[in-house]
């Protein structure tokens, strides 16, 4: 079988759950180059699949509901296997508008940070950067209901803040975080299962499974529970771990970015969480372990090779489910 000379490296069953699907590929051969026209172009309930490449594409705005944002993954040339093409798909800025209720962005390398303003919005295994002054960072809007922001690397010296006016209720489960500053208040919501750099300072919100590797904790209207620190941040009462030298928490053998905070077999987070669960990222109890490399939960091409003719090719694939 002959294929076309450029392959889309995603392989994706939508005909019964989306509209329609648009691909995006900053260079020719995709249906658009420029993302934020793809977006513009999209209906209630689209995908978006957006390829990786070496240029960066431009910032997005998302105004429909249940539109679905999906590049491949990031730290692809660290954690090999996953795609043929190790190019991320590195765009600006994410902003989920006030009528983006229900969409979803999944598998993008984010430089200018993301606004989440639309209501029950999900921000899943993404990689964020960036810093204050190239408008890094993560910010939910006020009167953000039931926002969920889960699995991803977030690695910025800007903050991430939920703005506190109205009802904001957030998710946050099973990422890296490090920013400059974590600052939660919110009327609920839930923050489990995470590994955490540098200050968090929360309000009314549930907190559990935690490991934080280090900076201060401050929570007026929170009790902490089954959190490790690397610090007295928690104290030792309802579950909690104090001084704990991280050395031992995670898996030595581990070497990509991500993969590092994998747990120790026999270290202090296995079965230390509320309820015997695990601490850290890594925990699966509600099914949204991270996943190395923020890969999205649709098949991929791993590898792709072909004779100067294109007349013989070969392509192996993996489900990601």
Known sequence: MKFPAK?????????????????????????????????SATEDGDTVLVMGSEKVYDNINI????????????FLDENGGYQANSNPAKVGQV??????????????????GVSMAGTRCILERNY???????????????????????????????????????????FIYNNYIMASTMKIE?????????????NVNIENI??????????????????????????????????NQSNVNMATVFASDSMSTDDQYRLNPAGPAVGAGFGGVDC??????????????????????YDFSADEALENVTIKVRSNL
């Open 63 to 74: 105004t429909k509901s249940s539109v679905f944002v999906i590049g491949p993954g990031y």
């Open 128 to 170: 964020l950067s960036g810093s204050t002054a190239g408008g890094g960072g993560l910010r939910v809007e006020n009167n953000q209901d039931s926002c969920i922001i889960r699995q991803n690397f977030i690695n910025t010296t800007s903050s991430f803040t939920t703005l506190f006016g109205g009802t904001n209720t957030v």
């Open 186 to 198: 919110a009327d609920a919501g839930e923050i489990y299962n995470n590994v955490i750099e540098n």
């Open 206 to 239: 549930t907190y559990n499974n935690n490991i934080q590797i280090s900076g201060s904790f401050t929570a007026p209207n929170v009790i902490p529970y089954n959190n490790i620190g690397h610090s007295t941040q928690y104290g030792t009462t309802n579950g």
């Open 95 to 112: 902003t989920f508008s006030t009528n983006a209720t229900g969409s979803v962005v999944q598998g993008l390398y984010i430089t200018k």
């Open 7 to 39: 392959c889309f490296v995603f392989i994706f069953i939508s005909s019964v759950l989306f509209a329609k699907v648009i691909t995006v590929d900053n260079r020719p051969g995709a249906q658009f180059q420029s993302l934020s026209q793809a977006i």
């Open 280 to 301: 850290g990222m890594y925990d699966d109890t509600f099914g949204y372990k991270y996943i190395p490399s923020g890969i999205p939960a649709i098949p991929s091409i």
